[in-house]
């Protein structure tokens, strides 16, 4: 099956940085990337959703300006924390769907932790 | 918005016994999806449903896509250890999104 990568799998940071996560489609061309953030037994709520070259589209509720996505390439998206606190603990996933698979088929990668102090 | 309840939401078995789950929602889905996440990983898709009425199998899973198109069915026969971890259904809530909404999950634990 398709691929795709998350880094760090793991973070920690002080209150009032920014964090960068990436999220890698290895084999193939992601046309769309999604991210996820999942709270401690429960489910996982779609953040937002972002197309290759352009501006992600945000869920209700979620702040655009403290969770920066950016989609530059075929194979790499970010999201980027800013100014955490720890309230932003969370594990955050992102999906991918674009040459593989069926065309709304989205596979997912493995997690980021992120732990804000 | 739209919701995607399971149930149940969570239960202990005893190794070898079978599992029946399932997930309803209040509007109409045309694909329904299975995952399995395990602690600290991202959910792994274990079956996949497009029509309604449609059974399809993955080993020992077994999912239905119900007649309503409003809910769906896992069921896990023989289970096994590594059959411990939480399930979720999932899927697009409306037609020409490839956004997909999760289930609550059912939290599953295996008695050896």
């Known amino acids: 099956g398709a691929v795709v990568s998350q880094h760090p799998s793991r973070v920690i940071c002080k209150s009032g940085t920014s964090v960068k996560i990436e999220c890698r489609s290895l084999?193939?061309?992601?046309?769309?990337m999604f991210w996820y953030r999942q709270f401690p037994k429960k489910s996982l709520m779609l953040m937002a959703t972002?197309?290759?070259?352009?501006?992600?589209?945000?869920e209700q509720g979620v702040e655009k300006d403290k969770f920066l996505i950016n989609h530059a390439s075929l194979t790499l998206s970010t999201l980027t924390v800013t100014s955490a606190h720890p309230e932003d603990s969370s594990f955050y996933i992102c999906?991918?769907?674009?040459?593989?698979?069926?065309?709304?088929?989205?596979?997912f990668g493995p997690g980021t932790r992120l732990t804000v102090l | 918005g739209q919701q995607l309840n399971q149930s149940p939401q969570s239960m202990f078995i005893q190794e070898g016994e079978d599992v029946s789950m399932n997930c309803t929602s209040s509007?109409?889905?045309?694909?329904w999806l299975w995952y399995k996440q395990d602690p600290g990983e991202g959910p792994v898709l274990l079956i996949a449903?497009?029509?309604?009425?449609e059974l399809t199998s993955n080993g020992r899973l077994t999912a239905q896509f119900g007649i309503t198109r409003k809910d769906s069915f896992l069921n896990i026969s023989a289970s096994i250890p590594s059959d411990v971890g939480i399930y979720f259904c999932?899927?697009?809530?409306?037609?020409?999104?490839?956004?997909?909404?999760f289930g609550t999950g059912t939290r599953l634990k295996v008695l050896a």
């Open positions: 449903l497009y029509k309604a009425g």
């Open positions: 084999d193939f061309q992601a046309t769309t």
């Open positions: 509007s109409i889905f045309n694909t």
């Open positions: 999906s991918a769907r674009g040459t593989r698979g069926r065309f709304d088929e989205q596979f």
């Open positions: 999932a899927g697009p809530p409306t037609s020409g999104t490839y956004k997909y909404i």
């Open positions: 972002s197309n290759e070259g352009s501006k992600a589209t945000y």
